[in-house]
């Protein structure tokens, strides 16, 4: 039970710290956040057996995509901070230090650039987007941000057990 409350806390606040992210990078960078809405047609599409597009906006919208892609968000967050845990314990969360939740978050971009973008028509690493490099680059800095939410998560968790 203590592994699934640390891993709730820690994978939401990660994903917050994320999305803060998301959000700032636009009036900083001139970068529009993440839309999820995408991802969650993406998956929806899963559902009815196809897994990859030449275009996810392409594709025909599916009712509640938005939502659905909201919620998988949060949900695929929560699971690489319980992936975190289960690697370095949980004396990590009792303890959190940056190194271990830095390496998991940069391991993550693994899933859009080799499953995400390739089934939603951006190819492996955004290579079928007008600037593959940038669009790395983003994908990178997005996926180290959300290590140091992982970090921010942990410690969170740990203040709120003890």
């Known amino acids: 039970m203590e592994y699934l409350e640390y891993s709730l806390i820690t994978g939401i606040g990660a994903t917050l710290v994320m999305d803060l992210w998301g959000l700032v990078r ?20 899963m559902g009815r057996g196809r897994f990859r597009h030449a275009s996810i906006a392409a594709a025909p919208a599916v009712r509640a995509e938005r939502l659905i892609g909201w919620v998988a968000h949060y949900l695929i967050g929560i699971a690489f901070a319980a992936t975190l845990i289960g690697i370095w314990g949980l004396a990590w969360v009792r303890q959190p230090s940056l190194g271990p939740a830095l390496i998991v978050g940069i391991c993550t971009v693994a899933a859009p650039f080799l499953l995400m973008q390739p089934g939603m028509g951006a190819g492996i690493a955004a290579s079928r987007t007008p600037r593959p490099a940038a669009a790395r680059l983003q994908s990178l800095i997005t996926h180290a941000i959300f290590g140091i939410g992982l970090y921010a998560g942990g410690w969170a968790a740990s203040t709120l057990h003890s």
Do not use: E, F, Q, T
């Open 26 to 45: 636009k009036p900083l960078l001139g970068l529009a956040p993440p839309d999820y809405g995408m991802v969650g047609r993406w998956i929806a599409h």
